[in-house]
């Protein structure tokens, strides 16, 4: 059992909790939780090792062993020590490092994600959490982004991260991905997205809560669009208006292969 806070595995896992330089360099990140264990297990994703303590549910336990039948390095914590570990109001007991590593971008992609100076991790988290339910093939992620493998993206994404391509990319790289698509910006001067025909292949950046797109991102727009609102409201964040934006991909995708 670990007890000690000198521990070189909780060390790491406080680095990697900390900043996204630490997790860049470790090449790993952390999830916390059994849902999300559970997701990274079912995926197949690489695991380097799994911490609990005396907390975990029965569903907990049962995971545990599940690791360790597979091979999995698992160790047991002092409660206290991994309590000190955990992010969350109400911890399970039990997380996991794992590998960073970039599922592949499909050959000729038709829908991708640019999630431009999204600063908040929930608004981030949301995003991706939406584009793996709405078929977005990959998401680029431009350097003024959060780190979308910090720990509050990757609990708001609530295992995206298991399914979805997630790449970070320079301006330059992002040009050459998305070349032969259009390019639209969710803005509110744009034109409809209703009016708009969403069924070519397309990149869709949604910018910052505060800033909105960089001057980068601008650049490559083919077309600004917006959402049609009924009220007094203003704007919606970035997460919901994403979500809105792609799931009208899905809507006139899928009347279209319907016809």
């Known amino acids: 059992m670990i007890t000690s806070s000198q521990n070189s595995k909780i060390k790491l896992v406080r680095a990697l909790l900390g900043r996204a330089k630490e997790r860049r360099e470790a090449n790993a990140f952390v999830v916390e939780g059994v849902r999300l264990v559970e997701e990274a297990v079912n995926s197949d994703w690489k695991f380097q090792f799994a911490l ?20 999995i390095e698992v160790e047991k914590v002092e409660s206290r020590l991994m309590q000190s570990l955990s992010e969350t109001e109400t911890p399970q007991g039990i997380l996991a490092v794992l590998a960073l590593t970039n599922l592949p971008i499909p050959n000729s992609p038709n829908f991708l994600l640019i999630p431009d100076q999204i600063r908040d991790p929930g608004n ?35 295992g995206a991260h298991f399914r979805l391509p997630i790449h970070s990319k320079t301006w330059e790289e992002i040009e050459a991905q998305t070349k032969g698509l259009q390019v639209y910006l ?74």
Request: charged share 25%; hydrophobic share 40%.
């Open 52 to 71: 609990y303590d005396d907390s975990p549910s029965e569903r907990g336990l049962k995971l545990v062993k599940k690791l360790e039948d597979k091979k």
């Open 124 to 158: 981030l988290g949301t995003l991706l959490r939406t584009a793996a339910a709405a078929g977005v093939q990959a998401v680029l992620v431009p350097p003024e982004t959060t780190d979308a493998f910090a720990p509050k993206v990757v609990r708001s994404g609530m």
């Open 186 to 259: 969710a803005d509110m001067d744009g034109t409809s997205c209703w009016e708009t025909d969403l069924r070519q292949p397309l990149a869709l950046i949604i910018g910052g809560e505060a800033e909105g797109a960089s001057e980068a991102a601008q650049k490559l727009v083919t077309q600004k669009i917006s959402i049609p609102m009924q009220g007094s409201v203003e704007s919606l964040n970035a997460g919901v208006a994403g979500s809105v934006l792609m799931f009208e991909v899905v809507r006139q995708r899928s009347v279209n292969s319907n016809q």
